[in-house]
């Protein structure tokens, strides 16, 4: 069911990506394909977000004027090293999905611009300027949508919220009355 | 159906990762060897599936939009009614001067027996998607082969030159803009003919502005000057709008001049677009090729 959910998600935000850019230029600076597979690679299956990682990115490659294969391979690492860091590192809360979602973003642009520079078609915007924008978009983007698929994944979610933050059980406290005795 | 521990899933995820890079590696360098040898087939068929999904959201979006602004623009209706009827009367009297102009033209050319080296319709298209990645500015017309769009056709709107068409599906085809800086414009500032600033227009990191590169310091240039194409890179025909100068920064005489242009195009709002059905008369072979480059073997 999860996978489910999450494949239609990712559908929705790369047929967005394509669309949203008519609507209102400055939307182009969010990375929703990126969103999805991060949170893909932060629900520990490396296989599903590998794959979510390379399909989204040519995707988009496919409606872009850059190289064919540039995302597909960015996104491809970038879900990769975020499997990793979610192996070693827990992060389930959200708070700590922020700067995951931020680093990823950064990641993503640096190996983006890197292969066309590699391979002789660098794009004209300013790496820094676009870089900082995308980070900022994506970033608030990627809370909110994460928020969402929080709230959209139901029972299970809350089974597990109550399980992290469960109320410590009291233990009794000895009398000292007692103790004095 | 295989269910896979979770140790056979990190186990395995190495390798998925290493085949996946690799395709997309493979796919980048044919994409970086046929982006100026020829047709990229992946991207054009993608986009043919896209447009079922581009066409009907940009259908709405661009109503709503236009509902939007003809209600604003309704003020305005009456006082530009006035004007616009004073402008027809002014071109049908322009009208009959050209059309003149034209017969006397045709007479001469018969009288010379010259030929047209190429000839073109404009075919109008709707920009129906943009590119999807913010680092690039391509653009998705709802016009494809079917409708006999071929490779490297410019494209251009009522105020000047737009680019050119880089993939063609049956349906749609996408359009590289003249900002893109990979791009390259022969061009001439003045004037075909009548002027020998002769140079190459390129996009540039400074936003939408475009530059001139190559163009002599000994020769003349103020901003404000028009800036066409010259027909001679065999992609744009001859006498297309380019844009303005807005800053020069004078060269001398072993240095050219830096200059930036204002596109013609309003390259960020426009909605629709023409193609020109034109294919640039083909080369001598001796242009194609350095004579000491050929090597034919004749026996």
Redesign the interface.
């Known amino acids: 069911m999860e996978g489910v959910k999450l494949t239609i998600s990712l559908i929705i935000a790369i047929?967005l990506?394509?669309?949203l850019?008519?609507?209102w230029?400055p939307l182009?600076?969010i990375d929703l394909p990126l969103i999805i597979v991060v949170y893909a690679a932060l629900q520990?299956?490396?296989?599903r977000a590998?794959?979510f990682?390379?399909i989204a990115?040519?995707?988009?490659?496919?409606?872009?004027?850059?190289?064919?294969?540039?995302?597909?391979?960015s996104k491809?690492?970038v879900a990769?090293i975020v499997?990793e860091i979610t192996?070693r590192v827990y992060m389930d809360n959200l708070i700590l999905r922020i700067p995951v979602i931020a680093g990823a973003c950064l990641l993503d642009d640096m190996i983006?611009?890197g292969?066309?520079r590699l391979?002789?078609?660098?794009?004209?915007?300013?790496v820094l300027v676009?870089a900082a924008?995308?980070l900022i978009g994506t970033t608030i983007a990627g809370t909110l949508v994460y928020l969402l698929l929080q709230s959209l994944s139901g029972e299970r979610t809350r089974r597990k919220k109550r399980d992290v933050f469960a109320p410590r059980r009291q233990t009794r406290r000895r009398n000292p009355i007692r103790l004095g005795k | 159906m295989v269910e896979r521990s979770?140790k056979d899933?990190?186990r395995?995820?190495?390798w998925?990762?290493i085949a996946?890079?690799i395709?997309?590696?493979?796919?980048?360098?044919?994409?970086?060897k046929e982006?100026t040898s020829g047709q990229?087939v992946?991207?054009s068929w993608?986009?043919t599936i896209?447009d079922f999904?581009?066409s009907p959201?940009?259908t709405v979006?661009s109503a709503v939009a236009n509902y939007f602004s003809s209600i604003s623009n309704l003020r305005s209706a009456q006082t530009d009614n006035d004007v616009l009827k004073q402008r027809v009367q002014e071109l049908e009297v322009e009208l009959k001067q050209k059309e003149e102009l034209a017969a006397e033209n045709t007479r001469l050319r018969s009288f010379l027996q010259l030929k047209e080296t190429s000839k073109y319709k404009i075919l109008t298209a709707r920009?129906?998607?943009?590119?999807?990645?913010?680092?690039?500015?391509?653009s998705?017309v709802n016009r494809g082969s079917l409708d006999g769009v071929q490779l490297n056709m410019p494209v251009v709107t009522d105020g000047g030159l737009v680019g050119r068409v880089?993939a063609v599906g049956p349906l749609t085809c996408?359009v590289?803009l003249v900002?893109?800086?990979?791009s390259g414009v022969g061009a001439v500032i003045g004037q075909v003919g009548e002027s020998n600033a002769l140079g190459v227009v390129s996009?540039?990191?400074k936003g939408d502005l475009l530059e001139m590169r190559y163009v002599a310091g000994s020769v003349a240039v103020e901003v404000g000057q028009a800036v066409f194409t010259t027909g001679q890179d065999g992609i744009y025909p001859a006498g297309l709008k380019v844009g303005e100068i807005v800053s020069v920064v004078t060269g001398s005489a072993t240095t050219p001049h830096q200059i930036l242009i204002q596109p013609a195009a309003k390259l960020?709002s426009m909605q629709e677009v023409g193609i020109l059905l034109y294919e640039a008369a083909s080369r001598e072979q001796f242009e194609q090729k350095l004579p000491n480059a050929t090597k034919d073997v004749k026996k």
Not at chain 1, 44 to 47: G, K
Not at chain 1, 68 to 73: D, K, M, Q
């Open positions: 047929v990506q394509w669309t850019r008519n609507v230029e182009a600076y520990r299956n490396s296989i590998l794959l990682g390379s990115g040519l995707s988009v490659d496919a409606l872009s004027g850059g190289l064919l294969g540039a995302n597909g391979f491809t690492i990769y499997c192996r983006y611009y292969l066309h391979f002789g078609q660098p794009p004209g915007n300013d676009t924008y995308s | 979770q899933v990190w395995l995820a190495p998925l990762m996946l890079l395709v997309n590696f493979v796919l980048m360098a044919f994409d970086a982006i990229r992946v991207r993608t986009q896209a999904v581009q959201v940009t979006t920009i129906i998607g943009r590119d999807p990645s913010v680092w690039f500015d391509s998705i880089t996408q590289d900002t893109r800086n990979k996009g540039t990191s960020n």
